[in-house]
Structure formats: C-alpha cells, structure tokens
C-alpha cells in the first residue's frame, strides 16, 4: 500500500508541477469565494485551516485573511517531526509527528509568520507559547477543518503527504468535541480540480479519514454518510 500511494503522489505532484500560477491563483480565489459563500462557513466561529506551500498547492492567503476579517476564529497548524510539541499543545504526540492547531488573532500577525522548511508560514516555538490551542481542556474545539491533500478520489478519500497529521488530528478533534458533547467538526478537503482522482480509488487504511465534501473551483461536492 506504502508504494502504491508513493506512485499517486509522484504522477499526481508532476501534474501540479505543470500548473501556471495564475491557474492556480484563479483557481484559489475561487475555492475562497466558494466558502465565503457556503451556509457551513456562515454557521462556523471557530475553523482551522493549512497555511499553503509557495508552489503546487491551493492557495489559502486570501482565505485566511478573510476568516479574521469576518470575525471568526482564525487557527492554523504548527507540526514538529521531533521530539516533543509546545508546552501548551494538546494534540496527539509521539517522537516522531505531532501537530497543533494555534489561533492567529490578527491579520498582521497572520502575515507575520516566518516560513518553515517547506517554505509554509507557522508560528514559531516562542509564539507558540502564546497562542490559544484549539484543543486546550477549556477550549470547545473546532467546528470546521480546512484541509490539504497531494488528492482526493470520488470517494472522499483522501492522500496526504504521508506523515499522517492530519488523520490524527481529526480524531483528537473528535474525540474533543464528544467530550463537551458537541457536533464534530465538519472537515472540507480544499483542492485543485488537477487533485481529484476521478478514475482512482485511493488505498486506504484504517486510520485514513474521509471528508464530508470536497471543494474546487467548480464547488462543493458532499459526501452522503
């Protein structure tokens, strides 16, 4: 299964490669206008959301900006492949992947981020420290996850980059929501239309999560559960 996915993700990854970035802005703008507009956007105060990479990707700048401009609450990822998380993380943790969600209250905070090793804004280690986590014990959780993929098939399956992140945290947030007894939050895969796999069923473990829809350029596609 390992192999097969790495073969998807390298034949899918060329196909973004050849992407213009003006398809991929209008693209992105798209998508943004899409959310904006969606009764599920409307009804959420609390979403998180991937900070994009600088090329081959969905863009979600204009995005995020607008999820603090329309007063909501505006929270995105920092992930550690080593050792331990940010004291104040409340996340899934073992030594090799961790991720957190962390609220960024302002635009020009937003734009303040420096960029990781793939070149994604994150905030950093002392800024972590500071910032609210999405899943802390006072804190309701989350009511929408935004999030990134290499692709998706029809089946809302999803492929991600291998690290297992995301899976993982969508249980804990999960896991969180029952806790206070609220609805889980509702998760979207964002993507560009090259990212749907239209003749493709992706392979699938057990710890692999589905979305509950699918947004591109074109709209929303949700699944029936």
């Given at each position: 299964?390992?192999?097969a996915k790495k073969?998807?993700?390298?034949?899918?990854?060329?196909?973004?490669?050849?992407?213009s970035d003006a398809a991929i802005q209008d693209q992105s703008h798209a998508v943004k206008q899409h959310i904006c507009r969606s009764d599920i956007y409307k009804h959420s105060t609390r979403i998180s959301l991937y900070l994009s990479m600088p090329l081959g990707e969905l863009?979600?700048?204009?995005?995020?900006r607008q999820i603090i401009s329309d007063g909501k609450q505006l929270f995105v990822?920092?992930?550690?492949?080593?050792?331990?998380?940010?004291?104040?993380t409340h996340s899934p943790t073992n030594a090799h992947k961790t991720m957190s969600m962390l609220n960024i209250p302002?635009?020009?905070?937003?734009?303040?981020?420096?960029?990781?090793?793939?070149?994604?804004?994150?905030?950093?280690?002392a800024q972590a420290h500071t910032l609210h986590d999405a899943l802390s014990p006072t804190s309701p959780g989350l009511d929408l996850i935004l999030t990134p993929a290499v692709a998706f098939d029809g089946s809302f399956n999803r492929l991600g980059h291998g690290m297992g992140f995301y899976d993982g945290y969508i249980k804990a947030a999960t896991r969180h929501a029952d806790g206070f007894a609220l609805h889980p939050p509702t998760i979207l895969g964002l993507a560009l239309v090259e990212q749907i796999?239209?003749?493709?069923?992706?392979?699938?473990?057990?710890?692999d999560e589905q979305m509950d829809a699918i947004v591109t350029s074109e709209g929303f596609k949700w699944s029936v559960k």
């Open positions: 299964m390992k192999t073969d998807l993700r390298r034949g899918v990854l060329r196909r973004l490669n050849g992407l863009r979600t700048d204009e995005l995020a990822p920092i992930t550690r492949t080593q050792g331990q998380p940010p004291r104040n302002s635009i020009d905070q937003l734009e303040t981020l420096n960029r990781n090793k793939w070149g994604i804004p994150e905030p950093d280690l796999l239209h003749d493709i069923t992706l392979p699938t473990d057990t710890h």
